[in-house]
Structures are given as C-alpha cells and as structure tokens.
C-alpha cells in the first residue's frame, strides 16, 4: 500500500514555476497519456513510467535515488480527474491525494501535491531498430 501511494505521488508531485503553463486535469490526460516519462523528484527518488489514459499506471522507481530499483504497476482508474486536479484512488486509503499539473515545455511537465513535494517529467521517445530481413532481400 504505501509503495502505491509513493509510487502516484511521485509520479505526479511537482513545485508550480512562474513560466509552467497549468494544465487543467482533461489536457494533462492528455499530454500524458500512453507516453514515457523520465522523474526525478525533491528526495531524490527516480524512475521512468507510463500514465494511460485508464488512469493506470506501469513504471519503475528508486526510492531517495538509492536501493533497488522496484517495478510498479496500478490498475486502471489509480488516477481519476476530480474538479481541477488529477487524484490517486487507492483501496485501503482513507483520502485521494489530488496534483495540480503544469506543463513546462512540449516535452515535460510539474505536478505539485500540497505545494511542497516535487518531481519533473520529461517524455522520453522509444524508438526500435529496424531489422531487415534476409527474406525481404
């Protein structure tokens, strides 16, 4: 339970910046949804992960930067719009943490969880080789 709790609020915490565009929570889906992204949050902790458009979420985290690296996965509606945030849903949990997302360039993004706790994004490409086969040949 904590390690999904971690896991949601470091994929989305992040300090608010005077040049950040705020993102309303349907666009933020958005901007996010099935893409990879890089984190590095204020403790340290890091990872990379997919938000989709289910609200679910698959990555990987390193908790202060240090110690194993862990797989996470939450199921689909983890993250649902409520108002003008973006909440984490957890069973167990006696409240939602809600974010409030701002996109700071076309490639990253800051969420903030009670104005405090932080972590950037940055959208990563994942590109394949291209194999030819000696039967097309």
């Known amino acids: 339970m904590?390690?999904?709790?971690?896991?949601?609020?470091?994929?989305?915490?992040?300090?608010?910046?005077?040049?950040?565009?705020?993102?309303?929570?349907?666009?933020?889906?958005?901007?996010?949804?099935?893409?990879?992204?890089?984190?590095?949050?204020?403790?340290?902790?890091?990872?990379?992960?997919?938000?989709?458009?289910?609200g679910s979420v698959i990555g990987s985290i390193q908790f202060r930067g240090a110690g194993p690296e862990r797989t996470v996965a939450l199921p689909a509606n983890t993250l649902r719009v409520r108002g003008e945030a973006v909440c984490a849903s957890l069973q167990g949990m006696p409240f939602e943490p809600c974010f409030h997302i701002e996109k700071t360039?076309?490639?990253?993004?800051?969420?903030?969880?009670?104005?405090?706790?932080?972590?950037?994004?940055?959208r990563r490409d994942i590109t394949l080789p291209i194999v030819r086969s000696s039967a097309l040949q």
């Not at 993004?109 to 994004?121: I, L, Q, T």
């Open 2 to 54: 904590v390690t999904r709790l971690a896991m949601v609020v470091l994929i989305l915490l992040a300090a608010g910046s005077a040049c950040a565009e705020s993102l309303a929570p349907e666009a933020a889906r958005r901007f996010v949804a099935g893409k990879l992204f890089a984190f590095h949050c204020f403790d340290g902790s890091r990872g990379a992960g997919r938000i989709y458009g289910d």
């Open 105 to 122: 360039d076309d490639r990253s993004f800051r969420g903030s969880w009670m104005g405090f706790a932080y972590c950037d994004f940055t």
